[in-house]
């Protein structure tokens, strides 16, 4: 895939009760995106990771906040 324009991934993540596991699924998404087959596929791209919370009861919006602060990626 060739074109002129910048191409940006978006990947949408819902989360409900899910603090246990919003760094360890950020870590696997970069890890994925970092493939060189993706991007041999792909050419460069930027992305984006956008965590959705449904009114979670525990410290998930806490953590995606926080992960937010350090990671520019993460929205």
Known sequence: MSSG???TLNVVVPAYNEEDNVCPLTDAIETALRDPQLHERLG???YRI????NCSRDQ????????AACNPHVN
């Open 5 to 7: 324009a910048a191409l």
């Open 44 to 46: 460069d791209f930027q």
């Open 50 to 53: 956008t965590f959705v919370d």
């Open 60 to 67: 998930t919006w806490d953590r995606v906040q926080k992960l």
